[in-house]
C-alpha cells in the first residue's frame, strides 16, 4: 500500500522532516509493506486543496499534515479548539492537554464524528505562532498592528482572531505569502520560527513579534475513506508510528527554535520580546472569539483550561 502524504514547507523544516520520520516508522513497522510517500513545498497543492481532497476520500492526497486552527470551515468543533488565540500558556501544558487520554487522543477521530471525511493520527508542534510585518509596517508591540493588513490562513477561525487583534486579515495561499509581502499585498503574517525561517519570510517581513498568539498543534489527517479500508492491524500500526513521530517532534523542537532564532539575529532580523500586559489585553480582545468557537461545548474548554492548571 502507497499513501500520498502532503505538507505545505520545505524538506528543512520540522513540519516536513515530521512527515518523512513519520514515514520511516510506518515502513518499519509495516516491514515495508506500508509506504508513505511525502510531497513537500506544496507540490500536491494548497492547504484547502489537500483538506477537500481528504474530505472527497483521498487519491490525489492520502495524508496531510494541517493545523488545528484550519479546520472548523470543515465541522470540527472540539479540536478547533486547541487553535483559539492564547489558549495554552505554554508548549509544556500543549502536550498535557494533548497526551491527555479524554481529550487529545478522544480528538484525533472528531473528524469522523462531525462527518468531515478525516481520522487524526497524530499530533505535530512547529512552536507558538508569532507576527512578523514589513520594513514599511515596524511594530513594537501588538497594538502596532491595528489597522495592518495581516496574512492569515484561509480559515475564519484566524480571520476572527487578526479582527479581534484590530488588524485586517488577509487570507492568501501559502504559496503566495512572500511575494504578497514583497509587494505590499499585505504587511505581515504570522509563523512560528520554522516557517518563518525556511520559507525566508525574513527578507520581505524582518520584524517579528514574539507574541505566541497560538500555540495551536499539527495534526497528521488521513482521508477517512482510506482509513476503513485498513485491517485494525495497519490502523494500529499508522497510530503507533505517528506517536513515534511526534516523541521525536517534541525532542527536536525547542533545541531547533533556540537555533533558528540565534540564525535570524545573525541575519538582522528584529526579533521582538511581546510585554506581558500586550498578551493580557490581546487574551480579553480574543474573549469573544473564545466564546464564539465554544459555544455549545463550553465544558470541553474549561476541561483544557483545568488540565493546563
Known amino acids: 500500500m502507497t499513501f500520498k502524504y502532503a505538507e505545505l514547507n520545505g524538506d528543512d523544516n520540522i513540519n516536513a522532516r515530521v512527515g518523512y520520520q513519520f514515514a520511516d516508522y510506518v515502513s518499519e513497522m509495516?516491514?515495508?509493506?506500508?509506504?508513505?510517500?511525502?510531497?513537500?513545498?506544496?507540490?500536491?497543492?494548497?492547504?484547502?486543496?489537500?483538506?477537500?481532497?481528504?474530505?472527497?476520500?483521498g487519491g490525489t492526497v492520502d495524508m496531510y499534515r494541517g493545523n488545528t486552527n484550519s479546520l472548523s470551515d470543515y465541522g470540527f468543533k472540539k479540536l478547533n479548539l486547541f487553535g483559539l488565540p492564547f489558549i495554552f500558556t505554554s508548549r509544556d501544558t500543549m502536550w498535557k492537554v494533548l497526551d491527555d487520554a479524554e481529550l487529545g487522543?478522544?480528538?484525533?477521530?472528531?473528524?469522523?464524528?462531525?462527518?468531515?471525511?478525516?481520522?487524526?493520527?497524530?499530533?505535530t508542534d512547529e512552536g507558538a505562532?508569532?507576527?512578523?510585518?514589513?520594513?514599511?509596517?515596524?511594530?513594537?508591540?501588538?497594538?502596532?498592528?491595528?489597522?495592518?493588513?495581516?496574512?492569515?490562513?484561509?480559515?475564519?477561525?484566524?480571520?476572527?482572531?487578526?479582527?479581534?487583534?484590530?488588524?485586517?486579515?488577509?487570507?492568501?495561499?501559502?504559496s503566495e505569502l512572500y511575494s504578497s509581502l514583497q509587494t505590499g499585498v499585505v504587511d505581515g503574517a504570522e509563523n512560528g520560527y520554522p516557517g518563518y525561517d525556511s520559507n525566508k519570510f525574513y527578507e520581505v517581513a524582518p520584524n517579528?513579534?514574539?507574541?505566541?498568539?497560538?500555540?495551536?498543534?499539527?495534526?497528521?489527517?488521513?482521508a477517512q475513506m482510506k482509513w476503513d479500508q485498513l485491517s485494525p492491524e495497519d490502523q494500529k500500526i499508522l497510530r503507533d508510528a505517528g506517536?513515534?513521530?511526534?516523541?521525536?517532534?517534541?525532542?527536536?523542537?525547542?533545541?531547533?527554535?533556540?537555533?533558528?532564532?540565534?540564525?535570524?539575529?545573525?541575519?538582522?532580523?528584529?526579533?521582538?520580546?511581546?510585554?506581558?500586559?500586550?498578551?493580557?489585553?490581546a487574551q480579553e480582545a480574543?474573549?469573544?472569539?473564545?466564546?464564539?468557537?465554544?459555544?455549545?461545548?463550553?465544558?470541553?474548554?474549561?476541561?483544557?483550561?483545568?488540565?493546563?492548571?
Request: hydrophobic share 35%; with cysteine; aromatic share 6%.
Open 30 to 57: 509495516s516491514n515495508g509493506r506500508i509506504k508513505v510517500e511525502v510531497y513537500s513545498a506544496s507540490t500536491l497543492g494548497d492547504e484547502k486543496t489537500c483538506l477537500n481532497a481528504l474530505q472527497i476520500g
Open 105 to 123: 487522543q478522544a480528538f484525533l477521530d472528531e473528524g469522523i464524528e462531525c462527518g468531515a471525511g478525516m481520522v487524526g493520527i497524530a499530533y
Open 129 to 174: 505562532r508569532h507576527l512578523f510585518t514589513t520594513e514599511k509596517a515596524p511594530i513594537k508591540s501588538l497594538a502596532d498592528i491595528k489597522g495592518l493588513k495581516i496574512r492569515v490562513p484561509e480559515t475564519q477561525l484566524m480571520m476572527d482572531t487578526m479582527t479581534a487583534l484590530g488588524a485586517q486579515p488577509t487570507p492568501i495561499s501559502y
Open 208 to 222: 517579528y513579534l514574539l507574541d505566541g498568539h497560538t500555540f495551536s498543534p499539527g495534526i497528521i489527517l488521513m
Open 243 to 281: 506517536k513515534k513521530a511526534s516523541e521525536w517532534n517534541k525532542s527536536q523542537i525547542e533545541e531547533e527554535e533556540a537555533t533558528l532564532r540565534k540564525g535570524l539575529e545573525e541575519k538582522g532580523v528584529n526579533i521582538i520580546e511581546c510585554p506581558a500586559e500586550d498578551k493580557a489585553a
Open 286 to 309: 480574543c474573549k469573544d472569539v473564545w466564546a464564539s468557537y465554544s459555544e455549545g461545548i463550553e465544558d470541553v474548554l474549561q476541561k483544557i483550561i483545568d488540565i493546563q492548571k
